[in-house]
């Protein structure tokens, strides 16, 4: 079954979001509800997987084919594809800054705790915020501005990846065991630990 691109970006958005609000729930919840070493295990696969499908496959495929059409088509979008473009220039050095303060906090102790919970809570804050952006004024444009031709190219483009973390992407080899290891460590709405 053939799936539009702006809706895989809306899935996409929806199953970061589940994952985002599960890290939150795990910092209110802290290590010693489950356990350290269960965790700090868990938080580093779900930075792992942000540091891995977001940054390096969907938000490359918004900046270099979603938000150049969009623009094109809709001039009145970039102001916001700007700010959203300077949050992708930023997005994988955050990611590696939070594994550095969560690995701090692991290997070096409580001390080290505020300052991951304060970045990983402006992070998710952050993140949510651009995603509502995209989905407030890039999408909606795109929707209603973008010809034929480029949905075409957007949803052939967008069709050849899959978020590891959805079902259908549940069935990659390469990214079954990290699957696997968030489903099962994470609380829900992401995992049933």
Known sequence: ??????????????????????????????PEADGAERFFDVFRAMLFYIG??????????????LFPRVARAAPHTLEAIERLEKDHLGGEGRVRELVHLLMA????????RQAFEDEARAYVAFYLAHMRLEEQV??????ASLDESDRRALDAAF??????????????????R????????????????
């Open 138 to 143: 890039v999408l909606p444009a795109a929707e």
């Open 178 to 193: 990290l699957f696997t290891r968030i489903v099962r460590l994470a609380p829900a709405p992401v995992g049933v630990g």
């Open 52 to 65: 891995e499908f977001p940054e390096k496959l969907h938000h490359p495929k918004e900046s270099d084919l």
């Open 1 to 30: 079954m053939k799936r539009d691109a702006l809706r895989i970006v809306r899935d996409e958005h929806a199953s970061l979001a589940a994952m985002l609000r599960s890290l939150l729930t795990m910092l209110d919840r802290g």
């Open 159 to 176: 069709a050849n990846h899959v978020d590891p973390l959805s079902p259908e992407g549940a069935r990659d080899p390469a990214f079954d």
């Open 105 to 112: 906090w692991e290997y070096l102790g409580e001390p080290r």
